[in-house]
């Protein structure tokens, strides 16, 4: 994140001698991006990362793309997704690309204590449809609650501990680049700008640390490169950092904090966006209230896409423009074909209350890559979905 955050203890200078209680040092590890030339943390341990006594396979998360023999528009119902296992070794992968990867999870598993995991090669972004908890890290907590944005970027490591009743479901994004606020949102410096939809004070690092330093056992942390995991063993715990600073760390981001924009015709998505990455934007579709123009059409208008595959996931509300759609549901509308709400849809909206708007929050992504589907989400598949217009155009027309 493009702001500096502190907790823990620090030497005054960085690279000068930090002692423990017992007159040894503790131990840098500079974690950055882009050589050292992009956003970075400098962290103390109390003992070396570097010192894992055995190197285990692990197994794969490899995806296996589903075959079709056409190309069309897709409807995933994962309200099908039955509870159970874990949140990594169980999470169910449902798309992917070059650039990123979407999958879902319904854990009933927290990690066990001494497990830890860190994906090596990409950001994490767990959206947290329900139930709560905390992202256990190296940096210190996150406790997360429906709604948030968990942002855990390349390298962090971590452990997720489920609390409360559940059931506990996300919303997973895998970005190979880094997850970062638009660049049109920021000054020069890196500071929000006023017409930012959010401010700093909407993201939520770890706000105190808690090393554990008297833990001596085996610890396991899978580290994820590409698409093989290998466990790498401890004796001591991995979260024995007494103090970090810098702009590299994770957060949360609640989705009621994003401030949507309306305007008196319609807005287009990028008003609406939340994250870039690399080959994809994301947006955040929230309550807001109607457009409110004369004679303005509140619903989306058709729009054909021609160069990217546009993924929304309902997390919550009335989805005006798709009345068959719930909570739970993906649609993925790819290039090549239009898409847009329901035909009628637009004549009905004249006479939507504008100051009662939308309650719809609904995250989006807009890869710029094609996306293919895995051979999991056939299971989740409306196959139905692809000719739904047909029905509702005939009815615009007097059947
Ligand atoms: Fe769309």
């Known amino acids: 994140m493009p702001f500096y955050w502190r907790l823990g203890k620090l030497p005054p200078k960085r690279h000068m001698a930090f002692e423990r209680p017992d007159g040894n040092l503790y131990i840098e590890q500079l974690m950055g991006r882009e050589g050292f030339s992009g956003l970075a943390s400098l962290l103390y341990h109390y003992h070396n990362p570097t010192a894992s006594f055995k190197v285990t396979p692990e197994g794969e998360e490899r995806l296996e793309p589903w075959i079709e023999e056409v190309h069309r528009h897709h409807h995933l119902d994962t309200s099908k997704l039955e509870p159970g296992g874990h949140p990594i070794r169980d999470r169910v992968w449902l798309m992917f690309n070059e650039d990123v990867a979407i999958g879902v999870a319904a854990p009933t598993e927290s990690f066990a204590e001494n497990e830890f995991y860190r994906n090596g090669s990409a950001d994490e972004v767990w959206f947290v449809h329900s139930g709560e908890g905390v992202v256990k890290t190296i940096m210190g907590d996150l406790p997360f609650r429906p709604g948030d944005y968990i942002i855990i970027p390349q390298h962090i490591t971590w452990q997720m501990v489920l609390e409360g009743e559940g059931p506990?479901?996300?919303?997973?994004?895998?970005?190979?680049?880094?997850v970062l606020p638009p660049k049109r949102y920021r000054n020069q410096f890196g500071q929000l700008?006023?017409?930012?939809?959010?401010?700093?004070?909407?993201?939520?690092?770890?706000?105190?640390?808690n090393p554990v330093l008297d833990g001596k056992g085996e610890y396991k942390v899978v580290v994820k490169v590409g698409p093989k995991l290998t466990g790498y063993w401890f004796e001591f715990h991995p979260f024995d950092v007494v103090g970090w600073d810098g702009y590299y760390f994770p957060y949360t981001f609640n989705i009621t904090d994003f401030e949507p924009r309306v305007g008196r015709y319609h807005m287009p998505p990028p008003t609406h966006q939340h994250f870039e990455g690399r080959g994809y934007v994301y947006c955040s579709f929230c309550p807001r209230p109607w457009d409110f123009g004369e004679k303005a059409v509140p619903v989306p208008y058709n729009h054909a896409n021609v160069d990217s595959d546009e993924v929304l996931y309902y997390w919550k509300g009335s989805f005006m423009s798709r009345p068959h759609i719930r909570e739970f549901s993906f649609t993925l509308h790819p290039r090549g074909i239009p898409h847009g709400p329901v035909?009628?849809?637009?004549?009905?909206?004249l006479s939507f209350d504008w100051a009662k708007g939308t309650d719809e929050y609904?995250?989006?992504?807009d890869t710029f890559r094609p996306l293919k589907l895995t051979v999991q989400a056939k299971q989740f598949d409306n196959p139905d979905y692809a000719t739904h217009w047909a029905g509702y155009e005939r009815e615009r027309n007097g059947g």
């Not at 506990?168 to 880094?178: K, N, P």
């Not at 700008?193 to 401010?199: D, R, V």
């Open 168 to 178: 506990h479901r996300f919303m997973i994004l895998e970005s190979q680049g880094q």
């Open 362 to 365: 609904a995250p989006m992504i």
């Open 343 to 349: 035909p009628g849809i637009a004549e009905k909206s």
């Open 193 to 209: 700008l006023e017409h930012a939809p959010y401010s700093e004070r909407d993201f939520h690092p770890p706000t105190e640390l």
